[in-house]
């Protein structure tokens, strides 16, 4: 017999379990300080969609976000993202960027894990940065799964 009046009280939102919209919840805007891997903006805080991006391969079915920054002289930006387990991530560009400006990095920024928009295969569930180094303003869209 199923218990339906059992509440679980031990699930943690973001360990044990995500939920994702399909409305478009708009860019997330970068906020300095963000010029470090230790100042990196979170963006596992940030409202993951569903939502149709014409811009975003498999934007119905990969959860998606976009970020919007701008750089100035020798400013570098940097982004988390956290996998909860082996997947994929996949960098598109908005606009403003060129594949160079664009590396995915282990947690502790000692090592490269990819570069530039074509990013293959399958990663360990962990904690990446995403570095960007444009020219101006720029938009990055970002799929994980």
Same mark, same amino acid.
């Given at each position: 017999?199923?218990?339906? %009046?059992? #509440?679980?009280? =031990? $699930? +943690?939102?973001?360990?044990?379990?995500?939920?994702?919209? &399909?409305?478009? %919840?708009?860019?997330?805007?970068? +906020?300095? @300080? &963000?010029?470090? @891997?230790?100042?990196? &903006?979170?963006?596992?805080?940030? =409202?993951?969609? $569903?939502?149709?991006?014409?811009?975003?391969?498999?934007? !119905?079915?990969?959860?998606?976000?976009? #970020?919007?920054?701008?750089?100035?002289?020798?400013?570098?930006?940097?982004?988390?993202?956290?996998? $909860?387990?082996?997947?994929?991530?996949? $960098?598109? &560009?908005? @606009?403003? /960027?060129?594949?160079?400006? +664009?590396?995915?990095?282990?947690?502790? =920024?000692?090592?490269? #894990? !990819?570069?530039?928009?074509?990013?293959?295969? +399958? /990663?360990? !569930?962990?904690?990446?940065?995403?570095?960007?180094?444009?020219?101006?303003?720029?938009?990055?869209?970002?799929?994980?799964?």
């Amino acid at each position: 017999m199923i218990n339906l %009046t059992k #509440v679980e009280t =031990d $699930l +943690v939102y973001g360990v044990d379990y995500v939920a994702y919209s &399909n409305l478009d %919840t708009g860019a997330v805007a970068e +906020v300095e @300080s &963000n010029n470090t @891997s230790a100042s990196a &903006n979170d963006l596992g805080t940030k =409202d993951w969609n $569903l939502a149709p991006n014409g811009s975003i391969p498999s934007a !119905a079915t990969r959860p998606h976000l976009t #970020v919007t920054g701008s750089k100035s002289g020798t400013d570098t930006d940097y982004f988390k993202i956290t996998l $909860l387990e082996p997947g994929q991530i996949q $960098l598109t &560009n908005g @606009s403003g /960027l060129v594949a160079g400006d +664009v590396v995915v990095r282990n947690a502790a =920024d000692t090592a490269t #894990v !990819a570069s530039g928009f074509a990013i293959s295969g +399958v /990663l360990a !569930a962990g904690t990446y940065l995403v570095k960007v180094t444009p020219t101006g303003n720029y938009t990055l869209h970002i799929s994980a799964d």
